[in-house]
């Protein structure tokens, strides 16, 4: 019932780099996705992309293919979301969500419902000259 935890937000600018990180609770046991997440002012949130602890593929939303990677670190514990060629409209408030799931097209993608079981409190980006 832990909720995860995002980290690694921050001001930068168009064409630069930022690695966010999701950290999620130690005590989290089975299979589980972790979706990254965003939401601008005044727009609904939209999915980013998606990775399980398991051996399912990742998914990244067109808009982010080729400039972000999802990853997690050996132990589990810590997914990171690393932005490349940022732009204007990535600014948002980033979210990861946890959901008790063995596959991301549960999740994300034409099948997908872009929900989570529990979400983080965001982080915000802001990527401006």
């Known amino acids: 019932q832990f909720e995860p935890v995002e980290s690694g937000g921050g001001l930068v600018h168009p064409g630069g780099s930022l690695r966010l990180s999701c950290a999620v609770s130690?005590?989290?046991?089975?299979?589980?996705?972790i979706g990254w997440f965003r939401q601008a002012p005044g727009k609904e949130r939209e999915g980013v992309a998606c990775i399980t602890n398991g051996p399912g593929t990742p998914y990244y939303e067109d808009s982010v293919k080729g400039r972000f990677t999802i990853s997690r670190d050996g132990a589990e514990n810590t997914v990171y979301l690393q932005m490349n060629n940022l732009k204007p409209e990535d600014t948002a408030v980033y979210y990861c969500?946890?959901?008790?799931?063995?596959?991301?097209?549960?999740?994300?993608?034409?099948?997908?419902?872009?929900?989570?079981?529990?979400w983080g409190k965001g982080t915000l980006v802001t990527v401006s000259s």
């Open positions: 969500g946890l959901r008790r799931t063995s596959s991301c097209t549960v999740v994300f993608g034409p099948l997908g419902d872009y929900g989570a079981d529990t």
């Open positions: 130690k005590f989290t046991g089975g299979l589980y996705t």
